[in-house]
């Protein structure tokens, strides 16, 4: 599939506001979102995916010490209507929720920055979102656990998650997110993290369903880098992978 998966996704979001603490731990000095894999920082590799699926318009929300980043969507946006937010957040729930109201009134495809996947990979999960019921949510999800803490989801032969969270599953969450142009309003009292908004969203009974993808890295540290440039993730903008 090349260009635009249907009219229903129209926008895109990208979470690039962590500070990358591990990854200065293991001597990367530049924000997060500006970590070189095979030579392109995560933020065009990102950017990258939603111009091979035809997403023209795209909120990113960074830090306020991400200068870096700043500057090089400043120079580095073409094709992409970009809406950039600068602010520093209390945690990865308060991120999503301030991208997720921009996109707010059309279908959104939300990534966190340090998702690595195959361009192919990406294509599929546009795709097959717009299978599922128009007011799912949808997450991406893999086999290949790479995360200090993982999020474990298990899902129907239909693709329903009717579980997440515990210490074992089927499958993790991969960093990418479907919404429905509908939000789903969630409790009053905020959440500590993204993950608990997800959880509660499954345990409430909402339509969210998963789509498998193939390996996916979350890159946390040096040795993330290091395996998804062995793997032979991002060395081009189409690049399928290993």
Known sequence: ???????????GGVIAAGHGTRLRADGYRMS?????????????????????????????????????CRQWLSEHGEGI?????????????????LVAARLAGAPAIITTVDAIMPVDAFRHFATSALSFPED???????????????????????GRIRRLGGDRGSHVTAGLYALPAQRIA?????????????????????PVYGVVLPQVF??????????AEQAGFGRAPESAGA
């Open 1 to 11: 599939m090349t260009g635009a998966p249907a009219s229903r996704a129209l926008r």
């Open 186 to 206: 969630a409790p009053t009292a905020p959440f500590a993290r993204l993950r608990d908004y997800l959880k509660w969203l499954v345990d409430e009974g909402r």
């Open 81 to 97: 209507d970009l809406d950039v937010i600068v602010r520093t957040t209390p945690s990865s729930y308060a991120s999503f929720g």
């Open 32 to 68: 997060k979102a500006m970590t070189p894999v095979a030579g392109r920082p995560l933020i065009e590799h990102a950017l990258d995916r939603f111009r091979a699926v035809g997403l023209r318009r795209a909120t990113v929300i960074i830090n306020e010490g991400s200068e870096d």
């Open 218 to 227: 979350d890159i946390d540290h040096a040795r993330d880098v290091e395996a």
């Open 136 to 158: 799912a949510v949808v997450l991406g999800l893999t086999r290949h656990v790479d995360d200090d803490n993982p999020l474990w989801a298990t899902m129907d032969a239909d």
